[in-house]
C-alpha cells in the first residue's frame, strides 16, 4: 500500500497486520504511544522474530493459547508482513496454517501437526 501497488500479495499483508493487531490488542498506529511504537509492524517485527520475547502477547487473552500456537501465529504473522511481496504465502497457505494452528489447539496432545516452512520455501 506504500508504494500504491496493490495485489493479492498486499492483501496478504494487510491480514498481516490485522493478525499482529490480534495478538498484541494494538492498532496498527497509535499516536499516544511512545516514539519508538507508533507503527506497530517496525515496533513489533523485530519483538516477533525472538520467541523468547513473545510478551508482547495481549494478557487479555492470556491462558487462551498454548506457546506453541502462539509462536506458530508469530511466524505465520511475520511471513504475511515480509517486506518482499513473492515472500509472502498465499492466502491459501495462510488458510491452511490458521487451520493447522487451530487443530493444535483442539488436539493439544499432537502439537507437531504441521511444521511451518520458512518463508523461502512457501514460493
Not at 496478504?12 to 511504537?37: A, C, H, K, R
Not at 517496525?42 to 510478551?55: C, F, M, R, V
Amino acid at each position: 500500500m506504500r508504494t500504491g501497488h496493490l495485489s493479492v500479495k498486499s492483501d496478504v499483508y494487510s491480514f498481516g497486520v490485522v493478525l499482529l493487531e490480534i495478538l498484541t490488542g494494538l492498532t496498527s498506529n497509535d499516536f499516544s504511544s511512545p516514539e519508538g511504537q507508533i507503527a506497530l509492524v517496525d515496533w513489533a517485527i523485530p519483538l516477533l522474530s525472538d520467541e523468547t520475547k513473545l510478551q508482547i502477547m495481549d494478557t487479555r487473552i492470556d491462558g487462551q493459547y498454548s506457546s506453541q500456537e502462539a509462536l506458530q501465529t508469530a511466524q505465520l504473522t511475520l511471513k504475511c508482513l515480509e517486506r518482499d511481496p513473492e515472500s509472502r504465502p498465499s492466502m491459501k497457505e495462510v488458510v491452511d496454517e490458521l487451520a493447522c494452528i487451530q487443530a493444535m489447539k483442539e488436539n493439544p496432545n499432537q502439537s507437531e501437526l504441521k511444521p511451518t516452512p520458512s518463508p523461502s520455501s512457501s514460493q
